[in-house]
């Protein structure tokens, strides 16, 4: 054994610490500390358990989110990066933040019931007991069968909820080698399908008309269930809140509005069409602000030497949605990020252009704080009100992650050719840890769209599926992130991000 080791420690020794990867250069010396580093001495696991246990939900301009960001620039501070600031993108509205909530089935049965408010909503004032009844709104006529009525009821405005149990009992399988083998032999992407737009008929009722029917109503407490999965609360933001720009007003004008479980609504729903009488008992309170407060993007820099005026990014998106702590929606990607940035930081890299890591608010809404960050920083040549800005030409590329906490397997090219050698070479030095494909396709819905829209180079990950992991619910939870994934990934996008800004050239852009 120790003459084994002895050979494999002088083959290292005499091994170049450069090679020519398809003609590009790859630091295999830097590779080597950057995998020691990150998978001996990891500290992507504490990244993610302080955010996911300690910090919790991140829902954009909540108090738990401004913790959050406080904690992140700490953290960069503390691995010694320079420029961490937040920096201001839009003025977002006021803050809102569930304190409590409490939902009980009181009539003809007691159980407790699962269910979190929806995002922007009033509380209740108090502990409400109020008779359930449902109610069916599709067109403007119906709203006289309701007027009068609907005082301080709970009312159940969503059809019984259909779960998947097919879905249950399958699980969420990995991605297997033939996957991937078609992810990377597709010469032509699968074209987007957009359903073509109708005319909206006048006579439906919109959302924001419905809520506001239940408000001027009086109704106690608004109750839906929109999840197909067994324990698992969907509930997003009140319709009409990007009207009103998350204002004051609009979240005191509202009713309260709980999002329960599949099957805690379903057993509801089934008993009132029985015609037996259902009560609960509902107790909401969320926090307010009471001024509006802009949203903020946290940055941080490794500085470049003699390129330092052009930069390299990598990133993913600190808010969440507000049910759970969303621990792979987006922790993980979070977590991964400052971890490469650490793991740079600690084995002393210097890279030639600046490396910047970038943690986004705003995401969940529509990439708002990537988008504003791209507008200010680099502009957009497709508005001629903005054009583009002299920090265009200096972006090299940009990496994301935000496709739960799955390890990387590849990469999408997002349609950009021209960068396929590069990335085929830096990827070989981790091709034992699963990383093997370079895909023409390109990913969309997650912050390296704000990039890939206006021309400049931004790619997201190719990621395994994770099973057991509940993104955009109540059970999204550190208990389904897998460490060792998160430690490939944070080794990866630090090789990944140092090559880049070390390479003699930019990143080549799509023609």
Do not use: C
Not at 126 to 139: F, N, P, Q, S, T
């Amino acid at each position: 054994m120790r003459r084994i080791w002895a050979v494999a420690g002088a083959a290292l020794l005499l091994a170049p610490t450069t090679a020519m990867r398809q003609g590009v250069p790859v630091d295999l010396a830097m590779v080597a500390k950057i995998r020691e580093e990150g998978l001996q001495r990891s500290q992507v696991m504490e990244y993610e358990g302080y955010l996911a246990d300690v910090l919790g939900a991140r829902l954009t301009m909540s108090n738990d989110m401004k913790r959050a960001q406080q904690w992140a620039q700490g953290a960069m501070t503390k691995m010694g990066l320079v420029n961490v600031a937040a920096e201001p993108f839009m003025d977002y509205g006021v803050t809102w933040d569930n304190e409590y909530v409490s939902v009980h089935l009181i009539e003809p049965d007691y159980q407790p019931m699962v269910g979190y408010p929806i995002a922007h909503t009033n509380g209740t004032n108090g502990r409400k007991v109020a008779e359930a009844m449902i109610v069916d709104l599709l067109v403007k006529s119906d709203l006289e069968k309701y007027r009068g009525t609907l005082k301080g009821k709970a009312v159940l405005v969503t059809p019984p909820a259909t779960i998947d149990i097919a879905a249950m009992t399958r699980g969420v399988p990995r991605l297997t080698q033939q996957d991937l083998d078609a992810l990377e032999r597709t010469t032509i992407a699968p074209p987007r399908v957009v359903p073509p737009r109708t005319a909206r008929n006048a006579d439906v009722l919109t959302p924001e008309e419905k809520v506001a029917f239940y408000a001027a109503e009086g109704v106690a407490v608004v109750l839906q269930s929109e999840s197909g999965w067994i324990g698992a609360v969907r509930g997003f933001s009140r319709p009409g809140t990007r009207t009103d720009g998350w204002s004051r007003a609009g979240m005191l004008a509202s009713p309260a509005m709980v999002a329960i479980t599949p099957e805690h609504y379903n057993r509801m729903y089934r008993i009132l069409r029985r015609n037996i009488p259902v009560k609960v008992d509902v107790d909401v309170r969320n926090r307010i602000g009471e001024r509006v407060e802009q949203a903020m993007n946290v940055v941080g820099e490794i500085a470049g030497s003699d390129l330092r005026d052009e930069v390299v990014m990598i990133g993913a998106h600190l808010d969440s949605w507000h049910a759970s702590p969303n621990a792979s929606d987006n922790a993980s990607g979070v977590a991964v990020m400052l971890e490469a940035m650490r793991i740079l930081k600690t084995v002393g890299a210097k890279p030639r252009r600046t490396i910047r890591v970038a943690l986004w608010a705003g995401e969940e809404q529509g990439l708002f704080g990537s988008r504003a960050y791209v507008s200010k920083h680099f502009g957009d040549p497709r508005d001629p009100a903005v054009g583009m800005k002299p920090g265009y030409e200096k972006l090299s590329a940009y990496f994301n992650q935000d496709y739960g906490s799955g390890q990387y397997l590849g990469i999408y090219l997002q349609g950009n050719e021209h960068a396929r050698e590069q990335f085929t070479a830096w990827m070989a030095p981790f091709r034992d840890l699963g990383m093997t494909v370079v895909s023409n396709q390109g990913v969309g819905s997650t912050d390296h769209i704000s990039f890939d829209e206006v021309g400049l180079p931004g790619f997201q990950f190719l990621q395994d599926r994770t099973p057991g992991q509940g993104g955009h619910t109540n059970l999204d939870f550190y208990d389904t992130i897998q460490a060792g994934d998160l430690m490939k990934n944070a080794v990866i996008v630090a090789s990944y991000a140092y090559h880049t800004a070390n390479a003699d050239k930019r990143i080549p852009r799509k023609r």
